[in-house]
């Protein structure tokens, strides 16, 4: 699997976005699981995430406030949904500053060989394209930053 990013408009917006990881698919699981892990690579380049809290369970809730070079401090919130470890999370997404819907978000993680993973997100209910674009450059960003983190190149 390559680095791919798509966005599709046929039932409704849908972005999805395919990275592959030189890591082992329980690391890139536990990337998504608490606070500190998080702090760690969330936001695209620039951003930082200040101040939250996760509870990582299926009806637990997280908030994320990330400070941007841009936008001052934004925060997003919302609930787990499902969690399969080490295959699979999903969560409701809404920006607090936004009149927006909750989008839903669903991160699949496969094998693709011993110690690399791909992971698959998709996020759905955007209500515009514009929103979908946006995402899509702070999710890759933020990947951008995962990559390190989970293939264990960081200090």
């Known amino acids: 699997m390559s680095n791919t990013s798509r966005i ?3 039932d409704g917006i849908v972005l ?3 990275r592959h990881l030189k890591a082992p698919r329980q690391r890139v699981f536990e990337a998504w699981s608490s606070l500190d892990a998080l702090k760690q690579w969330f ?3 620039g951003c930082v995430v200040a101040e939250g809290n996760v509870d990582f ?6 908030r994320l406030e990330v400070e941007t070079p841009d936008s001052g401090r934004v925060a997003v919130s919302g ?3 499902e969690i399969d470890p080490p295959k699979s999370i999903a969560f409701t997404w809404k920006w607090e500053h936004s009149e927006d819907e909750e989008m839903q978000v669903r991160i699949d993680l496969v094998e693709a060989g011993e110690n ?3 992971l698959q997100l998709t996020q759905t209910n955007f209500p515009d ?8 450059q702070g999710w890759g960003g933020s990947f951008d930053k ?5 293939e264990g190149s960081t200090k």
Do not use: K, M, N
């Open 8 to 10: 599709s408009e046929e």
């Open 16 to 18: 999805e976005i395919s």
């Open 43 to 45: 936001g695209p380049e």
């Open 57 to 62: 369970q299926v009806g637990g809730q997280y």
């Open 79 to 81: 609930a787990y949904t």
């Open 116 to 118: 690399e993973t791909d």
């Open 129 to 136: 394209r514009e929103t979908a674009e946006h995402h899509t």
């Open 146 to 150: 995962l990559v390190p983190v989970a």
